[in-house]
């Protein structure tokens, strides 16, 4: 079966096979202060990776906090300050305790990126009620419980933003055995859109980053053939790198972007064009 | 963007003049095209870095050549710029009255100047080994505009079609083509509409969710990310640059 339209958001059991390399990006975030969750592996960690290379001081968030340290040294050796707080994105206790060591470390917050997430796969007919609210709960909920731990900080920026790590699965593709999933990234992206409006008063802009096929840690185990169909199916003919989410990212958190708000920036080598896909 | 090629249309206009700034400042050699005189130079002196001609984009002969001595010179063609456009507010209206020889002469301007440009452009990226187009297109493409001005409304749309379906067919060429929507920006396309109405500007701002009008920065840095290596897996988008405005029903 072809991969079309993959989601490649952080998930929850990858190898430990990412090597960390310091991007080539402008320094747009000098002086800035990041929080990335779900930022110690996949595409959260490639953002951290590009936000702590353009000049900001990053905090990262994550559920093993083994690992979590072991990433934010290695992230801290290539560029800016990198720190991990072990938090649960399901909890808004521990979403404002990451927020306030956030201020406590680096006195500030200018940029949340909320990139956790899930995508375990179960098709409708087997899906439960746990399974669906997983998701939700991950994804979506975490989506409000990171946005009002962070606001307070937020609205103390001269130039705050969100941004929200979406997918091209539910806001504009579907794929089989992920409806939960779709319905969470398409309910960030109508967050997004209001959350947008409601805090543009204070300077905020909230968008969101559409990542397609994205090359992470548990790609691999998929095999070469696998992963040469996915490309196939992209007209740039090759699975996008992490980095490239996170100079997407970049762009939205600096100040070249401050009269963008409420978009979605999709990211995918132009994957979702075609008519019929693949 | 050191050593990279530029090619810029519009570049008399609000937009088109600040984005070959841009991107002479940011080290590309930019070339530029306008039917109008060139700008009062740069005080950086910055847009210098390469020709300007002063002709009508809808001749595909003078488009053909230009691009090709762009090439002779530089031996390469890294991006292409779309940024000449009008929007008659005056002569552009409904489908119901509007003059045929206004909906060609727009559509010619905004739309196929543009396929022209792309069509003599794609053969010289391909030889430099991959590159990027971005369009100025509008949010008025991708809803309708505000007030009817037709022309200019469909020209955008087409503009954007345009630019998906190069995308799709020369991505494997490694050429990217996005397009950037601007939504209420000064420029001086638009600045009779405050002439006349001084209040609209004032009024545009309060609507727009970040209280204020775009300016032409806005639009230079959604082009130079568009172009940039930092964009290097976003091809076939549009970027609305609007400050929310489309966002708001009310």
């Known amino acids: 079966m072809v991969q079309q339209g993959r989601p490649a958001t952080a998930t929850e059991e990858v190898d430990d096979a990412n090597e960390t390399t310091a991007p080539h990006v402008p320094a747009l975030l000098t002086g800035r202060v990041a929080l990335v969750t779900g930022g110690t592996r996949g595409i959260g960690r490639g953002i951290a990776e590009v936000l702590c290379a353009a000049g900001a001081r990053v905090v990262i968030t994550g559920r093993d906090a083994v690992r979590g340290q072991k990433v934010a040294e290695e992230i801290s050796a290539h560029g800016s300050a990198c720190l991990f707080t072990a938090a649960d994105v399901r909890s808004l206790a521990q979403m404002e305790s990451a927020a306030a060591l956030t201020r406590e470390q680096f006195g500030s917050l200018d940029v949340l990126v909320h990139n956790a997430g899930v995508y375990p796969e179960v098709l409708l007919e087997q899906m439960t009620e746990a399974d669906w609210d997983l998701v939700h709960d991950t994804n979506l909920k975490s989506t409000f419980f990171a946005f009002r731990a962070c606001l307070p900080l937020l609205k103390q920026s001269q130039a705050g933003r969100i941004v929200l790590v979406s997918s091209i699965t539910g806001p504009i593709t579907g794929y089989p055995g992920l409806a939960h999933y779709g319905a969470s990234k398409a309910g960030m992206d109508g967050f997004m859109r209001t959350a947008a409006i409601e805090v543009a008063p204070f300077g905020i802009t909230v968008n969101a980053v559409a990542p397609g096929s994205i090359r992470t840690e548990g790609l691999a185990d998929l095999g070469a053939e696998a992963i040469a169909s996915m490309e196939a199916l992209i007209p740039l003919h090759r699975l996008g790198d992490t980095h490239e989410i996170g100079s997407t990212v970049l762009y939205l958190a600096s100040n070249l972007a401050s009269f963008v708000t409420g978009q979605s920036i999709v990211v995918d080598g132009g994957q979702t064009l075609p008519e019929i896909p693949g | ?250």
């Open chain 2, 1 to 250: 963007m050191r050593d990279r090629v530029a090619f810029v249309t519009g570049a008399a206009g609000g937009m088109g003049y600040r984005i070959a700034a841009d991107l002479a400042r940011a080290g590309a050699r930019v070339f530029a095209v306008d039917v109008k005189e060139p700008p009062a130079p740069d005080p950086e002196g910055a847009e210098r870095s390469g020709h300007y001609w002063q002709f009508d984009i809808t001749e595909e002969d003078r488009v053909a050549g230009a691009l090709g001595e762009v090439f002779a010179e530089c031996g390469r063609l890294d991006y292409v710029v779309n940024a000449a456009g009008v929007c008659w507010f005056d002569r552009d209206g409904s489908v119901a009255d509007i003059d045929r020889g206004v909906w060609q002469r727009v559509l010619d301007i905004n739309l196929t100047a543009a396929m022209l440009v792309c069509r003599h452009a794609i053969p010289l990226i391909r030889r430099t080994g991959g590159g990027a187009f971005v369009h100025v297109a509008s949010v008025a493409g991708l809803r309708t505009s505000d007030g009817s001005t037709d022309a200019y409304q469909v020209s955008k749309a087409g503009l954007i079609s345009l630019s998906r379906g190069i995308a799709l067919q020369y991505g494997p060429a490694g050429i990217r083509s996005n397009t950037i929507c601007p939504g209420a920006i000064l420029t001086s396309m638009i600045q009779p509409l405050y002439d006349a109405d001084p209040a609209r500007a004032e009024r545009m701002a309060s609507r727009t969710p970040l209280r204020r009008l775009g300016t032409v920065a806005d639009v230079s840095s959604a082009c130079q990310f568009l172009l940039s290596d930092e964009a290097s897996f976003v091809t076939g988008t549009d970027l609305v640059v609007d400050g929310g405005w489309t966002l708001a029903l009310a």
